[in-house]
């Protein structure tokens, strides 16, 4: 499994940007996807992850300013930020993994991640 995650960047608070990850060495049309942060010194969150029908959900921290979307031809899923605060600030990772009881459980596949830095 490769996970190559793209897009980062440096943004001033309440700007926009969209990384994607290109999934291969899986069945990616039947597999679910996620986005993962991690900020310096803390652990590991899961921000975002959609079902292979492309149902999304979200951390209440970035309802109604992130949306993930995936593409089942070109094997990517994206995750589109908007009004970026400082907090969001972190290496983001993409990840395949499984829904249990609609709870999503991570394989453990981690790309480098791409950072995103989010100036105030």
């Known amino acids: 499994v490769q996970l190559q995650a793209s897009g980062g960047g440096l943004v001033q608070a309440g700007g926009s940007l969209r990384v994607s990850c290109v999934a291969s060495?899986?069945?990616?049309?039947?597999?679910?996807m996620a986005w993962y942060r991690q900020a310096s010194g803390k652990e590991r969150e899961l921000v975002a992850f959609i079902t292979p029908s492309g149902t999304p959900n979200y951390i209440d921290s970035v309802k109604d300013r992130f949306t993930i979307s995936r593409d089942n031809v070109q094997n990517t899923v994206y995750l589109q930020m908007n009004s970026l605060k400082p907090e969001d600030t972190a290496v983001y990772y993409c990840?395949?993994?499984?829904?249990?009881?609609?709870?999503?459980?991570?394989?453990?596949?981690w790309g480098k991640g791409t950072l995103v830095t989010v100036s105030s």
């Open positions: 990840n395949e993994g499984a829904l249990v009881g609609g709870a999503y459980y991570s394989n453990p596949y």
């Open positions: 060495g899986v069945i990616f049309r039947i597999s679910s």
